[in-house]
């Protein structure tokens, strides 16, 4: 089950994209600052991993991309990689370099 929070996650992961497509970067920046926001309170609660794992499989690719970029700075890191991995061989557009760049911002070869 999908609480609020992670409702809340899923649209500003979409609306992040809508507003790259747009060309509007205070959008996407300001979608952006709200899913760091839900997920430092996810971090708080103990629970970022509970919350972040089940959108690594979410119908959505940019809701998989931002899960994924987001976890792989806590202890699940390994199943982001993989997502990003996947994501960077499936996805058109500015997904597959952008999940390019989180793996290479990171140190983490793009390939396994």
């Not at 979409?14 to 060309?23: F, L």
């Not at 899960?67 to 390994?78: D, F, G, P, Q, R």
Request: net charge neutral.
């Amino acid at each position: 089950m999908i609480d609020e929070k992670s409702e809340e996650f899923i649209q500003n992961s979409k609306e992040y994209w809508v507003g790259i497509d747009n060309g509007s970067s205070k959008t996407a920046s300001a979608k952006e600052r709200a899913n760091k926001e839900i997920v430092a309170e996810w971090v708080r609660g103990g629970v970022v991993s509970e919350c972040l794992l089940p959108l690594l499989m979410h119908s959505s690719i940019e809701v998989r991309f931002a899960a994924a970029a987001h976890l792989i700075n806590h202890a699940e890191k390994e199943k982001a990689i993989a997502v990003l991995r996947k994501l960077i061989k499936e996805s058109e557009g500015l997904i597959s370099p952008s999940a390019v760049a989180v793996l290479r911002i990171h140190k983490i070869p793009v390939t396994p």
